[in-house]
T-cell receptor
Framework: EAGVAQSPRYKIIEKRQSVAFWCNPI?????LYWYQQILGQGPKLLIQ????????DSQLPKDRFSAERLKGVDSTLKIQPAKLEDSAVYLC??????????????FGPGTRLTVL | GQSLEQPSEVTAVEGAIVQINCTYQ??????LSWYQQHDGGAPTFLSY????GLEETGRFSSFLSRSDSYGYLLLQELQMKDSASYFC??????????FGQGTELSVKP
């Protein structure tokens, strides 16, 4: 079974530029998560989708971050414009069910973003 | 709010046993998960405790005590490949994970 796919793996941009990340979850997984992991810290949830609907985006900086999950499968996360503090690894995860207690999240390799 | 605390670094020798502790504060949660992350890699699921007590999966065991707001991950027969960061995470409403800061485990020969 293929895992969670993400691209690109690395991205370097200058502040105030825009950037987009792509995630393809495990086939059949209903729930998709985007996390931000700053160096030396644990991942922090940005947004959670169930199928193509948003379940939780309480920690998404909506003035600059946006995300969508087209047709309940792939997802894109966009930052516009980027700030220096956005430098981090952006992790995508998916889970089979609707995010219940026993639903395991599987993570992709992440996109490492450097903002100069 | 919800928060977790775990030691930032732990060092142990190959073949030994090591315990990584995790204390937390929360108003409600489904359970406690543990993830392993090698440098530059994806977090990988290790274990999940929905109920109090010990869960064993091969060389790894995890424990939860809700009354003490405490859990731990126990790694036995340490191998060099176990050198990685280990995160405890609360499974919160909706299934989202709230992660601790991580413990960097160094296994020495």
């Amino acid at each position: 079974e293929a895992g969670v796919a993400q691209s690109p793996r690395y991205k370097i941009i200058e502040k105030r530029q825009s950037v987009a990340f792509w995630c393809n979850p495990i086939s059949g997984h209903a729930t998709l998560y985007w996390y931000q992991q700053i160096l030396g810290q644990g991942p922090k949830l940005l947004i959670q989708f169930q199928n193509n609907g948003v379940v939780d985006d309480s920690q998404l900086p909506k003035d600059r971050f946006s995300a969508e999950r087209l047709k309940g499968v792939d997802s894109t996360l966009k930052i516009q414009p980027a700030k220096l503090e956005d430098s981090a690894v952006y992790l995508c995860a998916s889970s089979l069910l609707a995010g219940g207690p026993a639903d395991t999240q599987y993570f992709g390799p992440g996109t490492r973003l450097t903002v100069l | 709010g919800q928060s977790l605390e775990q030691p930032s670094e732990v060092t142990a020798v190959e073949g030994a046993i090591v315990q990584i502790n995790c204390t937390y504060q929360t108003s409600g949660f489904y359970g406690l998960s543990w993830y392993q992350q090698h440098d530059g890699g994806a977090p990988t699921f290790l274990s999940y405790n929905a109920l109090d007590g010990l869960e064993e999966t091969g060389r790894f065991s995890s424990f939860l005590s809700r009354s003490d707001s405490y859990g731990y991950l126990l790694l036995q027969e340490l191998q060099m490949k176990d050198s990685a960061s280990y995160f405890c995470a609360l499974k919160a409403q909706g299934g989202k994970l709230i992660f601790g800061q991580g413990t960097e485990l160094s296994v020495k020969p």
